[in-house]
C-alpha cells in the first residue's frame, strides 16, 4: 500500500474545507460551554455529562447517515444510484440537476448518504483538531497488518 504525501495532503485540506463550510453554516455552535455550568463539582459532573451527550449525537449523526444509506437500498434504490427528485424535469447544467430557483438538486441514494457520513467524519475530525489523515494513514497501515477479513466470517 502506498500513500503519496500528496494524497495525504489532499485529505488534510478536505478535512479543512468541511469544517469550515459546516462552521460558517452554523454546525459548530452546538458544542458545550464550559461558562455556561455552576462553578464546583457539581458544575463540573454536568459539563462533562453534556460533553458526552454532544460527542455521542456527533457520532450517531455518522451513523444515520449509514442507515439512510441502508434505507434507499430497502426501498430498491441500487447501491450506485443517485437520484434527484427536486431536479427540474429535464435540466441539466455542468451534469448537475437544477431545481427551480436556480439552487442545485438535492441528490438522493446510497452514494450521497455515504458521502454525508464521510463529510460528517471529516467534520468531527476538524471540530476537535485532530488529523483525520493521519489517523486515516494509521488505520490503514495497521489493517493492512490484520488477517483476512481480520478473521471474521464476514
Not at 463539582?41 to 462533562?48: L, V
Amino acid at each position: 500500500m502506498t500513500l503519496t504525501p500528496s494524497t495525504v495532503e489532499a485529505l488534510r485540506e478536505l478535512q479543512q474545507t468541511i469544517g469550515e463550510a459546516n462552521k460558517a453554516k452554523g454546525f459548530h455552535d452546538d458544542m458545550p460551554d464550559r461558562a455556561d455550568f455552576v462553578p464546583g463539582k457539581r458544575g463540573d459532573r454536568a459539563f462533562e455529562s453534556a460533553m458526552r451527550h454532544y460527542h455521542g449525537n456527533l457520532h450517531m449523526l455518522i451513523v444515520s447517515e449509514a442507515a439512510e444509506a441502508h434505507d434507499e437500498i430497502r426501498a430498491g434504490r441500487a447501491a450506485d444510484e443517485t437520484y434527484y427528485p427536486t431536479a427540474i424535469e429535464g435540466s441539466e447544467v455542468l451534469k448537475q440537476p437544477y431545481r427551480n430557483g436556480g439552487g442545485p438538486a438535492k441528490p438522493e441514494g446510497v452514494p450521497s448518504e455515504i458521502a454525508d457520513g464521510i463529510i460528517r467524519g471529516f467534520d468531527y475530525f476538524a471540530r476537535h483538531n485532530i488529523d483525520g489523515a493521519s489517523m486515516i494513514v494509521e488505520k490503514l497501515i495497521y489493517n493492512a497488518s490484520r488477517p483476512f477479513k481480520h478473521g471474521k466470517k464476514f
